[in-house]
């Protein structure tokens, strides 16, 4: 095992380029780039913080065979791409502050992939429905927190549509640390009450996400609060890298022909193409797949910003929670992963969403959320702008269970008429 510590890492500013050394940034510490970050309201953050590594160390020290042996999951099982300390002469790497038993509460599925046919296609999924809180986002908070217990920091705050949320509150009592909580009061009650139910502390804002953002910057600045909110904390972009280095376990160089990821704030997105680039830069993948990120008709601004360069807030709304940010963080990024990847950006109607939504779980049996659905979705609108390859190997991201918005799903299902006893016996003469 090589062990971690911050010289093998630096911070390198999205926007500006300048970098600096882990020291300069987690001392303070320090969320956007100090020299061009900024935080403004309804706006993409600017300077976000792109953590890099030594590559030729890890290229020496973490052979691709090895790697490929690791079962998915267990990000903290190849230390090297992460910025946390590891505990010395350990038979298994172990975050440095947890102890290796508490690891287990960490562990996601070990069978993420697998194939489904829906229609005259099939898929590959990755299925994040059975995370330790039900959806992607444990990726990025399990990370956060293993920073925060390293920090010997205990109260963490996050704004959320839900599921960042509820990954927080439930991953934050796991280890024994306390979470702050900020939603719009629109939050789908399943999400509310998952977060409640982990004992978090539950702030609603009257006003969309956008504004929960912003009141959860101004508070946990004023608090002192280590902040999760998604692209601010660059620990977020790096915890949703690992679902590309799970690709690289199911997959081989093999990878994926084409990737598709819902996108609201645009932080999986440039998670996944974070760790593919990393992946290129190592020598164990060739090519990019393309990425094709997947917008609801009400929350565009990426699929406008690719069409003009220029953003410009709207007020989002869909029914597809997940995915509602009228002015995406991490905007800049997400349109970098696009274009660097060959990728495209796609729009879905909320209508298109829960048809597909039902297709999922009627065909395989798997119960997604909206903001999942619109990954099928969104190969349906990319289909019909484009041929796909004979046998191209589509990856649709699953990146939330249907369990936490049941307002979604019974919108197309009717509950069936109660019967007695009698009645369905005569029903059935």
């Given at each position: ?12 500013c999205?926007?500006c380029?300048?970098?600096y050394s ?6 303070i ?22 953590i890099?590594?030594?590559y ?15 079962p ?6 190849y ?12 038979e298994v ?9 508490q ?10 992939f ?13 299925d994040d ?5 039900f ?6 908070s ?5 920073k ?15 599921n960042?949320?509820?990954?927080l ?18 939050i789908?009650e ?41 692209a ?14 799970d ?27 974070k760790?593919?680039r ?31 360069h220029?953003?410009e ?6 029914m597809?929670d ?17 274009e ?16 597909a ?6 065909k ?14 969104g190969?349906?609108?990319f289909?019909?702008?484009r041929i ?7 990856l649709?991201?699953?990146?939330g ?11 197309w ?7 007695s006893?009698?009645?369905?016996l005569?029903?059935?003469?």
């Amino acid at each position: 095992m090589v062990e971690n510590r911050p010289s093998n890492y630096l911070y390198r500013c999205f926007s500006c380029e300048k970098r600096y050394s882990a020291e300069e940034i987690e001392s303070i510490p320090h969320y956007l780039c100090p020299s061009c970050g900024r935080a403004e309201k309804k706006k993409p953050l600017q300077g976000v913080l792109w953590i890099e590594y030594d590559y030729d160390m890890i290229r020496d020290t973490l052979p691709v065979k090895s790697f490929r042996s690791l079962p998915p999951g267990k990000f903290w099982l190849y230390p090297p791409l992460w910025p946390l300390a590891f505990s010395p002469q350990t038979e298994v790497p172990v975050p440095e502050g947890v102890k290796r038993e508490q690891l287990k509460y960490l562990s996601l599925p070990s069978d993420l992939f697998f194939q489904i046919k829906i229609g005259d296609h099939c898929f590959w999924i990755l299925d994040d429905t059975r995370n330790p809180t039900f959806s992607y986002k444990d990726r990025a908070s399990e990370l956060v927190v293993l920073k925060a217990i390293q920090r010997e920091t205990r109260e963490i705050t996050v704004a959320s549509t839900g599921n960042a949320g509820s990954s927080l509150a439930g991953i934050c009592a796991r280890l024994g640390l306390n979470a702050n909580i900020w939603v719009p009061d629109s939050i789908p009650e399943n999400k509310r009450l998952q977060i409640q139910a982990y004992g978090a502390h539950l702030h609603l804002v009257q006003g969309d996400y956008d504004m929960a953002f912003d009141v959860s910057l101004e508070v946990s600045g004023q608090k002192g609060w280590y902040n999760r909110n998604t692209a601010y904390n660059p620990l977020t972009i790096e915890g949703k890298k690992s679902g590309a280095y799970d690709m690289f376990i199911q997959f081989g160089r093999e990878m994926p022909d084409y990737i598709f990821i819902p996108c609201g704030d645009g932080v999986i997105l440039g998670g996944i193409y974070k760790g593919l680039r990393e992946m290129l830069q190592l020598g164990w993948i060739e090519h990019y797949p393309q990425l094709v990120a997947v917008q609801a008709v009400g929350s565009d601004a990426l699929v406008r910003y690719m069409d003009t360069h220029h953003f410009e807030y709207t007020r989002a709304q869909t029914m597809a929670d997940s995915i509602c940010a009228g002015a995406p963080r991490n905007l800049f990024m997400a349109a970098k992963a696009l274009e660097e990847t060959g990728g495209r950006a796609v729009v879905v109607s909320d209508m298109e969403i829960l048809e597909a939504q039902k297709q999922i779980a009627q065909k395989t049996g798997i119960l997604v959320e909206p903001a999942a659905a619109a990954s099928l979705a969104g190969f349906y609108r990319f289909r019909e702008s484009r041929i796909l390859e004979k046998n191209a190997k589509v990856l649709l991201l699953f990146t939330g269970n249907g369990l936490k918005d049941m307002n979604a799903i019974e919108s197309w299902i009717n509950r069936p008429e109660a019967k007695s006893p009698e009645d369905w016996l005569r029903y059935y003469q």
